[in-house]
């Protein structure tokens, strides 16, 4: 019987590769909350007292290290291959959809995701590290409006601290060529209105304008609440216009029913995006709908909605539906250039 496969990248990389798998597998956050907390224990120990805790069996003393993160930390120290590791890269490891490699490969950057200052699990930074080895040349931070309660939606004056976080962020990242770029997913209120102060709209470099409230709405007045939120001229991309739940954890919701054509139409008149979301729970817009954008002649944007850093890559789900619907790649927003994107966003 042959020994442990080496393995020489160290106890917060194998971490960070457990929580990536497992979020990318859609596993429960609870199972990948144990595997973060370890690695940002560990991030800034010096390795030798990591060995040391190591040799003497003290890691469980650290904070947030159990008995099964001890086990993994102990298995990198020694440079074999975590077994956790092996078995998350067996179960979670391979390509999650067939089809949308070659749009997939013309993708540069992600214009929808969440951070742990709003509904999303982890820190602005893990999340950026994580899109650079995804890649990518950018990602957009779009944590929620003031009014989505629920999700720890960001005042006006909790969106310009963040700011200066991401200034902060991009300043070390700096030499990687990737740009954190700043954003909103702003919540579409019941009159069309976008739920942030036009002051701090106009710093973002893109906003995302979403419905997530009276989804049941008459179909004529959620019809003319859409066609404004998209006439805005602060709207850059329509976030999951159905709203519909499809599977997973949060169980299933219908479509909101509203004028497709015309919201289309819309988002063709003003240059906004249609958002392909890639969520698996969600696959937003339907095909039927997919198609009438690409028939009206609509800009998309593919995005991730990712609320944990391993979820930035459910990317390839939406460009394999983009793909099946043959939309052209030039239409895709996100496959331009950061330049392109900022001027189409700021226009
Ligand atoms: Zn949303
Ligand atoms: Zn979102």
């Known amino acids: 019987m042959s020994?442990?496969?080496?393995?020489?990248?160290?106890?917060?990389a194998a971490l960070r590769r457990i929580a990536f798998l497992l979020e990318r597998g859609r596993e429960d956050t609870y199972k990948v909350k144990a595997f973060r907390a370890a690695a940002a224990t560990l991030l800034p120990m010096d390795p030798a007292d990591v060995a040391a805790a190591t040799a003497a069996g003290t890691l469980t003393e650290l904070p947030g290290?159990?008995?099964?993160?001890?086990?993994?930390?102990?298995?990198?120290?020694?440079?074999?291959?975590?077994?956790?590791?092996?078995?998350?890269?067996?179960?979670?490891?391979?390509?999650?959809?067939?089809?949308?490699?070659?749009?997939?490969?013309?993708?540069?950057?992600?214009?929808?995701?969440?951070?742990?200052?709003?509904?999303?699990?982890?820190?602005?930074?893990?999340?950026?590290?994580?899109?650079?080895?995804?890649?990518?040349?950018?990602?957009?931070?779009?944590?929620?409006?003031?009014r989505l309660k629920v999700a720890r939606g960001l005042s006006a004056e909790r969106l310009a601290r963040q700011l200066d976080v991401v200034d902060a962020v991009n300043a070390h990242l700096a030499d990687t060529g990737f740009t954190l770029l700043k954003g909103i997913?702003?919540?579409?209120?019941?009159?069309?209105?976008?739920?942030?102060?036009?002051?701090?709209?106009?710093?973002?470099?893109?906003?995302?304008?979403?419905?997530?409230?009276?989804?049941?709405?008459?179909?004529?007045?959620?019809?003319?609440?859409?066609?404004a939120a998209v006439a805005n001229p602060f709207t850059n991309v329509?976030?999951?216009?159905?709203?519909?739940?499809?599977?997973?954890?949060?169980?299933?919701?219908?479509?909101?029913?509203?004028?497709?054509r015309r919201v289309f139409e819309a988002c063709a008149e003003h240059g906004v995006a249609v958002e392909i979301n890639a969520r698996p729970e969600r696959r937003d817009p339907p095909t039927r709908l997919l198609e009438l954008a690409r028939d009206v002649g609509c800009l998309f944007s593919i995005d991730s909605d990712a609320h944990a850093p391993?979820?930035?890559?459910?990317?390839?789900?939406?460009?394999?539906?983009?793909?099946?619907?043959?939309?052209?790649?030039?239409?895709?927003?996100?496959?331009?250039?950061?330049?392109r994107l900022l001027a189409w966003a700021s226009r």
Not at 3 to 12: I, L, M, Q, S
Not at 65 to 90: F, H, K, M
Request: net charge negative.
């Open 65 to 146: 290290i159990g008995a099964s993160t001890a086990a993994v930390i102990a298995e990198a120290v020694r440079g074999e291959t975590p077994a956790r590791l092996a078995r998350a890269e067996a179960e979670h490891g391979g390509p999650l959809v067939q089809g949308g490699e070659e749009l997939m490969a013309a993708i540069r950057g992600d214009l929808h995701s969440h951070s742990d200052w709003s509904d999303g699990g982890s820190p602005i930074e893990e999340m950026a590290f994580t899109a650079i080895e995804l890649g990518r040349e950018y990602q957009v931070l779009t944590d929620h409006s003031p």
């Open 3 to 12: 020994g442990p496969e080496p393995y020489a990248d160290g106890p917060v």
């Open 185 to 227: 997913e702003v919540d579409i209120l019941d009159d069309g209105g976008l739920d942030q102060t036009k002051e701090m709209l106009a710093r973002l470099d893109v906003r995302v304008a979403s419905v997530h409230s009276k989804l049941a709405m008459e179909p004529a007045a959620m019809t003319r609440r859409m066609v």
């Open 310 to 339: 391993g979820q930035l890559d459910f990317l390839p789900y939406g460009a394999a539906r983009a793909a099946e619907a043959g939309i052209d790649p030039d239409r895709i927003v996100n496959t331009w250039p950061r330049e």
């Open 238 to 260: 329509l976030g999951h216009c159905t709203g519909r739940l499809v599977t997973g954890g949060r169980g299933t919701r219908p479509e909101s029913r509203f004028d497709a």
